[in-house]
């Protein structure tokens, strides 16, 4: 599941607004030109000059604070080149989007979570295709394999933007460096951890997979990460795609040895209980007890860091931080699993495509991120502009080129394999149902 808008702790917020305010030089945005525009401060975006009193739709899930520190960071482009961004973000997003779409109210442009979507409106002639310029920008500051999840038939729609990285291990530095316990590196240094930790009366794992109607996509991302380490991407590949079943014996071995881990008495379920309890633990407090002691590591996303209570200090001395989900085969490389959003056009008015292609600029990508909390792949991105550890630690891997990315698989799939099946097949799985069946299941769904 891709999931990029979680609720900021306040003293996380109280310190990406400081910054928001004093990134904001130029103004405040608005339908009316600065009297900047002209000015050095402006320089940057004379390119996109023209447009003045123009008007762009967005529409997005990304709502509350992050959705001011979204709207903060191209106010300045505003201000310079006299765009209004009229900005509207929304819970109900996903469900909204197709209906507005097909009804005949599009927005101007939307940032879509799933490669899924994208490929459903371009399939239906309702994307339009990327400018010359968006398209040149988009190729030069992205890795292809971002590039690919949002083409469609050879044509490229969606320009990726915000990202975040699911490979991670979240863990307690303090507690790690009291118990003399070492950041493993390979699989067998993950299990030989886990039982020397499980050994000394700790459960090393804790776990929750609950979310409301989506219950099950935390495990869903478990077996994603497996299969990438186990059989690579082309595997992953075919899987996502139904090139080979969803109960091919590839398939099985890698779910089987995620559950090494989460059907394991002795590991898991730190701070809450058995095995079972998995499925009836909110994903959001999953990982807290990593910071009381009752569990070691939490496997989840980097967007985890604002699950942690009020005054946690997240950094590599601090009371949490993550390592990178270490690698089971090493010639499968150094594979990430993440997720992002991608921004596509219903419009192609000039003013439209001016939008879409700052979006995709060095100039945007960087004002972003010095309002904290958010990460892209974009390579124009210098990490000097990024405060969080845990962000640098995530531009880092995104920016790595000796690493293979690869999208949430779940948002890949049909929906009603990716959120559907496959989320529910996995609690039956963590409630003690057998892998076979589980994916035998899960494979006589995928629609024909």
Not at 110 to 116: D, H, L, S, T, Y
Not at 133 to 154: H, R, S
Not at 192 to 207: E, M, N, Y
Not at 428 to 433: D, P, V
Request: hydrophobic share 40%; aromatic share 10%; proline share 5%.
């Amino acid at each position: 599941m891709a999931v990029f808008t979680r609720p900021r702790q306040a003293f996380v917020i109280a310190g990406v607004l400081g910054l928001a305010f004093s990134a904001t030089a130029c103004g405040t945005g608005g339908d009316k030109k600065s009297s900047n525009a002209g000015s050095a401060e402006c320089a940057a975006y004379d390119k996109y000059e023209g447009h003045d009193g123009k008007k762009v739709s967005i529409y997005a899930s990304i709502r509350d604070a992050e959705a001011d520190l979204l709207e903060r960071s191209w106010s300045q482009f505003t201000d310079c080149t006299g765009i209004e961004i009229a900005y509207e973000g929304s819970g109900e997003f996903e469900a909204q989007l197709p209906v507005r779409v097909d009804g005949g109210n599009a927005p101007d442009i939307a940032f879509v979570p799933q490669p899924g979507l994208v490929k459903r409106f371009a399939d239906a002639g309702k994307l339009k295709s990327l400018s010359a310029d968006t398209k040149a920008l988009a190729e030069q500051n992205m890795p292809a394999d971002w590039l690919k999840y949002g083409t469609v038939n050879g044509t490229l729609y969606g320009v990726p933007l915000g990202a975040n990285v699911k490979s991670f291990v979240w863990y307690s530095p303090k507690t790690f460096k009291e118990k003399g316990w070492e950041v493993p590196t390979t699989w067998d240094q993950l299990i030989a951890l886990s039982d020397k930790i499980a050994a000394s009366g700790t459960k090393p794992w804790c776990v929750g997979v609950e979310s409301g109607d989506a219950t099950g996509w935390p495990a869903t991302d478990w077996i994603e990460d497996v299969i990438l380490r186990t059989q690579g991407p082309e595997v992953y590949d075919q899987w996502t795609t139904h090139g080979i079943p969803f109960n091919d014996p590839k398939i099985v071995d890698a779910v089987d040895r995620a559950g090494s881990i989460l059907k394991n008495e002795k590991y898991v379920n730190g701070g809450f209980g058995g095995v079972k309890s998995i499925t009836t633990t909110s994903f959001q407090e999953a990982g807290v007890p990593v910071t009381t002691g009752k569990c070691a590591m939490h496997r989840q996303a980097s967007f985890y860091a604002n699950q942690f209570p009020e005054g946690t200090k997240v950094a590599e001395d601090g009371d949490a931080f993550a390592f990178y989900f270490p690698a089971i085969d090493p010639a499968k490389g150094k594979p990430v699993l993440g997720a992002g959003e991608f921004v596509v056009a219903y419009a192609d008015r000039p003013e439209v495509q001016a939008v879409q292609t700052y979006l995709a600029s060095a100039e945007y990508v960087n004002s972003r991120a010095k309002l904290g909390n958010w990460v892209t792949a974009n390579n124009k991105l210098d990490i000097a502009n990024v405060a969080s550890p845990i962000d640098k630690l995530s531009v880092q891997i995104l920016q790595d080129k000796t690493g293979t990315f690869r999208f949430d698989g779940s948002d890949l799939m049909p929906a009603a394999v990716g959120a559907g099946t496959f989320w529910k097949g996995m609690v039956e799985w963590l409630n003690g149902k057998q892998t076979g069946p589980v994916l035998q299941g899960i494979e006589s769904s995928w629609p024909k």
